[in-house]
């Protein structure tokens, strides 16, 4: 099973900076890696698929990179609804994982 | 508009069984390979159960495997999930979830979830 790291667990940051997040596989994935929102009572959101592509109707501040085993969603300028939590998933191998999230707080 | 509609949660005994539904609407059901995903209590997402479109090949998790059974109606555009023989570790809310693409395991489309606590 692929485990997937995302770190760090908690990033506090404030309205306008940028935010950066990190995922790291235990083994190489290659780009088959996609990053999700989820809001407090909500179901997940795709933001990114396949490590950079991003999903319909996601803004242009959130962007993905990397491959193999370290991958990043940087989210250019923080805006009041972006705090949440994100989660990395593989879809290299079975069983698909997911990361165990990075939460997004208000400074 | 895609919508997933989850039904049949609630509570049940540990030991018991529970079926849960995935109603679908607003895209090509037939066509997308459909998931189980859930979320304990204050806790990460975990993926449970996948089947491919025409429902010829299933996956799922170590912690279900044998216990929990995927399965669609595409003449209905419902997906199930069966879970038989449930512990407490399997209290979470429960996702539907379609994925982004007829081959592509990542999902662009979730359900609002359905509570399923294993109690007694």
């Known amino acids: 099973e692929i485990v997937l790291t995302q770190s760090p667990a908690t990033l506090s940051l404030s309205p306008g900076e940028r935010a950066t997040l990190s995922c790291r596989a235990s083994q190489s994935v290659s780009r088959y890696l996609a990053w999700y929102q989820q809001k407090p009572g909500q179901a997940p959101r795709l933001l990114i698929y396949d490590a950079s592509n991003r999903a319909t109707g996601i803004p242009a501040r959130f962007s993905g990179s990397g491959s193999e085993t370290d991958f990043t969603l940087t989210i250019s300028s923080l805006e009041p609804e972006d705090f949440a939590v994100y989660y990395c998933?593989?879809?290299?191998?079975?069983?698909?994982?997911f990361g165990g999230g990075t939460k997004v707080e208000i400074k | 508009e895609v919508q997933l509609l989850e039904s049949g949660g609630g509570l049940v005994q540990p030991g018991g069984s529970l079926r849960l539904s995935c109603a679908a609407s607003g895209f090509s059901f037939s066509n997308y390979a459909m998931s189980w995903v859930r979320q304990a209590p204050g806790k990460g997402l975990e993926w449970v159960s996948v089947i491919s479109a025409s429902a010829t090949n299933t996956y799922y998790a170590d912690s279900v495997k044998g216990r929990f059974t995927i399965s669609r109606d595409n003449s209905k555009n419902t997906l199930h999930l069966q879970m038989d023989s449930l512990r407490a570790d399997d209290t979470a809310v429960y996702y539907c979830a379609k994925t982004g693409s007829p081959d592509k395991y990542y999902f662009d489309s979730w359900g609002q979830g359905t509570l399923v606590t294993v109690s007694s």
């Open positions: 998933q593989q879809r290299n191998s079975w069983p698909l994982t």
